[in-house]
């Protein structure tokens, strides 16, 4: 039977603010990008070789530091 000190624990341990994960869900990153979610599926869809994303499954995930070096060198999204 588990508690409800592990159960508040295991909740708390899963709230990483989005700044300190490695890698956002498109929905994550559209909100912290202030980029639209048709815009982040295009733009791995066009750059397939890019090491910016990740894919768990059918999933795309943005890894956030790769991403964020991507966005200094462009010029226009």
């Known amino acids: ?4 000190k592990t159960m508040t624990c295991s909740k708390k341990c899963l709230n990483i603010p989005v700044w300190h994960r490695y890698t956002l869900t498109i929905e994550e990153a559209a909100g ?4 639209g979610e ?4 295009m733009l791995i869809d066009e750059h ?6 990740v894919m768990n499954g059918n999933r795309a995930l943005i890894k956030r530091e790769k991403f964020e070096r991507y966005l200094d060198q462009a010029t226009a999204v």
């Open 38 to 41: 048709g815009k982040l599926r």
């Open 48 to 53: 397939p070789n890019e090491d910016f994303y």
């Open 32 to 35: 912290y990008y202030h980029i």
């Open 1 to 4: 039977m588990i508690n409800e």
